[in-house]
Nanobody
């Protein structure tokens, strides 16, 4: 059974940092694209960042470029999202997801999410 389990969310102040982790199991992710999404109250879910498991390429939404960094640790089967200089508008539930070949939308596998709240 495929599982993606997010952790690391919490309440921080504007300007603080937070690191999210996504531990996954149940299949081989070596060819997948791993993504972090977020959904704020009343808004649609949006892709924040993604990374090819090979690490060869990354994507960042304009709203987080220069502040967030996505990475992965193959030995730990874990994907990370380092969030720096956080803003109140970063407040959302953050989801980890995996998109296997042929990389069609939407992503196939999802975690249950972790809440991130940034106070002004």
């Amino acid at each position: 059974q495929v599982q993606l389990v997010e952790s690391g969310g919490g309440l921080v102040q504007a300007g603080d940092s937070l690191r999210l982790s996504c531990a996954y199991s149940g299949r081989t992710f070596s060819n997948d694209i791993m993504g972090w999404f977020r959904q704020a109250p009343g808004k649609e879910r949006e892709l924040v960042a993604s990374i090819r498991w090979s690490g060869s390429s990354t994507f960042y939404a304009d709203s987080v470029k220069g502040r967030f960094t996505i990475s992965r640790d193959s030995a730990l089967n874990t994907v990370f999202l380092q969030m720096n200089s956080m803003k109140p508008e970063d407040t959302a539930v953050y989801y980890c997801a995996a998109n296997p070949p042929p990389y069609t939308a939407p992503y196939d596998y999802w975690g249950h999410g972790t809440q991130v709240t940034v106070s002004a």
